[in-house]
């Protein structure tokens, strides 16, 4: 889990770094960009992530006269314009080579693609490790002013919830009823990457809880072992 919340994290900001550097180039390109109407005079036929689409090949005049001729780099399945068909594409003066179809895709689907890609990246590895920063301070929290209490151990059970390479954690849980109003309170551990039923030789586990809120609560599992980096 350390690993992957820092490789999201970096790729993430990687890919909206990407995002923004492709928005930059095509905010620069329209503030010289020329327009005018191409022909396309063909479609080609190319593979985009193990499905077929189409490629337009458009060809067009410059304001001299000269005759460009460009594919575009994005395509679709069905094609979104036919052979002889007429539309709007932008080219700069300075490398009419490179124009592009006048279309939201077109101009912006690359940023917007790699955009998206990369918030969700970012989200889930930043929300780790700020999920991870959190629990760390309440525990430390705990640690210094939480009250200490005798929960009786109950179990050992998977944290399905959560999978690593097809592997779920497990957590340990132990119950403790307050004294003073009667509940019963069901306490878990952190995540365990092993196997702790082996491990576990007392009937009371101790845990710490929040002095006016049981439900803020640090597992103590540091009688367990550690594992082997």
């Known amino acids: 889990m350390n690993i992957i919340k820092y490789i999201f994290s970096i790729v993430g900001l990687a890919m909206l770094l990407g995002a923004f550097f492709l928005y930059t180039n095509t905010q620069n390109f329209l503030k010289t960009a020329i327009t005018t109407n191409g022909t396309v005079t063909q479609l080609i036929r190319s593979?985009?992530?193990?499905?077929?689409?189409?490629?337009?090949?458009?060809?067009?005049?410059?304001?001299?006269?000269?005759?460009?001729?460009?594919?575009?780099?994005?395509?679709?399945?069905?094609?979104?314009?036919?052979?002889?068909?007429?539309?709007?594409?932008?080219?700069?003066?300075?490398s009419p080579e490179k124009a592009r179809i006048k279309g939201f895709f077109s101009l912006w689907g690359g940023a917007s693609i790699v955009g998206g890609l990369g918030a969700v990246f970012f989200i889930i590895g930043f929300s780790?490790?700020?999920?991870?920063?959190?629990?760390?301070?309440?525990?430390?929290?705990?640690?210094?002013?939480?009250?200490?209490?005798?929960?009786?151990?109950?179990?050992?059970?998977?944290?399905?919830?959560?999978?690593?390479?097809?592997?779920?954690?497990?957590?340990?849980?132990?119950?403790?009823?307050?004294?003073?109003?009667?509940?019963?309170?069901?306490?878990?551990?952190?995540?365990?990457?092993?196997?702790?039923?082996?491990?576990?030789?007392?009937?009371?586990?101790?845990?710490?809880?929040?002095?006016?809120?049981?439900?803020k609560y640090h597992v103590d599992i540091s009688f367990l072992p550690n594992i082997a980096s």
Do not use: C, M
């Open 47 to 94: 593979n985009s992530r193990d499905s077929i689409v189409y490629r337009p090949v458009v060809e067009f005049k410059t304001k001299e006269g000269k005759l460009i001729e460009f594919t575009s780099s994005t395509g679709r399945n069905p094609p979104s314009y036919s052979r002889g068909e007429v539309i709007k594409i932008l080219y700069s003066p300075s």
């Open 128 to 215: 780790i490790l700020l999920s991870g920063i959190i629990n760390t301070r309440k525990i430390k929290y705990l640690k210094k002013h939480g009250r200490p209490i005798k929960a009786k151990f109950q179990s050992v059970e998977r944290n399905t919830s959560l999978k690593v390479n097809g592997r779920s954690p497990y957590q340990v849980y132990a119950q403790w009823r307050n004294p003073t109003t009667g509940e019963l309170h069901v306490f878990h551990s952190e995540n365990i990457w092993f196997n702790p039923n082996g491990h576990i030789n007392r009937e009371e586990i101790t845990v710490l809880i929040g002095k006016d809120n049981p439900k």
